[in-house]
C-alpha cells in the first residue's frame, strides 16, 4: 500500500475546506507537505480529484468526489478500528489465554482465578501448563499472554516480575530420625537415597543445590510426577528436596511425610510473571497480573 491514513486525511480536509492553505491551518501543518500528500495521492491512483483555479482555491472533479467519499469512509472505519484496539486494551473482559508450570497450577490457580472472577467477572480465562521451554515458546509465538512459572533460565525477551519464591525443604519419611530436627543441611543427605523429581529446569535446580555445597547426591529413584515422590517418600525409599508444600503433610495414600527446611547456602526458587518484552499488555491480562500479585504476596 504506497499511500498513508495521513494523506487521506490532508486529502479531505482540502474538499472540505476548498483551500489548500485553509486545510493545512486546520491541521496544524505546512501547506508544502499538504500539497504533496495530494499530489501523490493523485499519482498513486491515476486520477484528479482536484481543479485548481487560480487565485480561487481548488474545486473536486467528479473523479474526485467520488474518490474522497470513499476515503472518508476509509478514514471512518480506521476511528473504529482504533476505538475497537483502545476497548480490547482498557475494558478488563474477554477471552485471556495464560500459561502456568505444571507443578505450580494446583497450588495456586484455583485461588487466582477466584479471586480474579470476583473481581473482574467479565474476563474468561483459558489455561495452558507446560514446562519451561513450552510455556516461552507459548509466549513468544503468541498463544498466551502471560506465564506464571519458575524463574529458571528464562529467555532475554521475555519481562519478568517476581511475585513469590519458595526455600528448599527436606521431605522425609515421618519415621525418619531427620525428621525430628528443626533444619537440615545437605551434607546430612549425600549418603541417603534421593528419590530426584525428573523435570527439565527442576532437575537441574535441584542439582545444583548439591553442587553448590559440593556434594555429589545418591540417586535412587527418577520420578517426573510430583505426588509419587511425595509417595515413595512416605513409603520409605528415601528422601526428596521440593520448594513446594502442600497444606497436608500426607501422601495419596495416606501415609505422613515430614518438612525439614535446608540451612546452608541452598538458595530459594523465584516465581514470576512472565510476559513478551516487546508487546503490550492487554487490560485483561494487566488484572490478571494484579491479581497474582496480591494473591501470592508473602
Known amino acids: 500500500m504506497d499511500y498513508t491514513l495521513q494523506q487521506l486525511r490532508y486529502l479531505v480536509a482540502v474538499a472540505e475546506h476548498g483551500n489548500i492553505s485553509a486545510a493545512a491551518r486546520s491541521l496544524y501543518t505546512s501547506q508544502p507537505g499538504v500539497s504533496a500528500a495530494v499530489a501523490h495521492l493523485e499519482r498513486v491512483f491515476g486520477i484528479q480529484c482536484f481543479v485548481r483555479h487560480h487565485a480561487k482555491g481548488i474545486s473536486l472533479t467528479p473523479a474526485g468526489r467520488s474518490f474522497v467519499a470513499t476515503a472518508r469512509n476509509l478514514l471512518l472505519h480506521a476511528e473504529d478500528l482504533l476505538r475497537h484496539a483502545n476497548e480490547l486494551n482498557q475494558s478488563a473482559q474477554g477471552v485471556l489465554t495464560i500459561g502456568c508450570f505444571y507443578t505450580i497450577s494446583p497450588f495456586f490457580l484455583p485461588r487466582i482465578l477466584q479471586k480474579l472472577r470476583k473481581k473482574y467477572p467479565g474476563i474468561d480465562v483459558q489455561i495452558r501448563e507446560g514446562d ?100 515413595l517418600v512416605a513409603a520409605g525409599f528415601g528422601y526428596s528436596i521440593l520448594n513446594l508444600r502442600p497444606k497436608i503433610d500426607r501422601s495419596y495414600d495416606g501415609s505422613s511425610v515430614a518438612c525439614v527446611p535446608v540451612v546452608g547456602n541452598a538458595r530459594g526458587l523465584p516465581v514470576v510473571l512472565a510476559s513478551v518484552a516487546a508487546s503490550k499488555l492487554t487490560r485483561r491480562a494487566i488484572a490478571f497480573i494484579d491479581v497474582c500479585t496480591s494473591t501470592l504476596k508473602r
Open 132 to 231: 519451561t521451554d513450552q510455556l516461552q515458546q507459548s509466549l513468544l509465538n503468541g498463544l498466551i499472554e502471560v506465564a506464571l512459572l519458575y524463574d529458571l533460565g528464562l529467555d532475554r525477551s521475555l519481562s519478568k516480575l517476581e511475585v513469590t519464591s519458595f526455600n528448599p525443604y527436606v521431605l522425609l519419611p515421618k519415621h525418619d530420625k531427620l525428621a525430628k530436627r528443626s533444619s537440615v543441611r545437605l551434607a546430612d543427605l549425600v549418603d541417603k537415597p534421593l528419590i530426584l523429581f525428573d523435570r527439565p529446569q527442576s532437575r537441574e535446580y535441584l542439582l545444583s543445590l548439591f553442587a553448590v555445597a559440593g556434594k555429589q547426591p545418591t540417586i535412587a529413584q527418577r520420578t517426573s510426577n510430583f505426588e509419587l515422590v511425595r509417595g
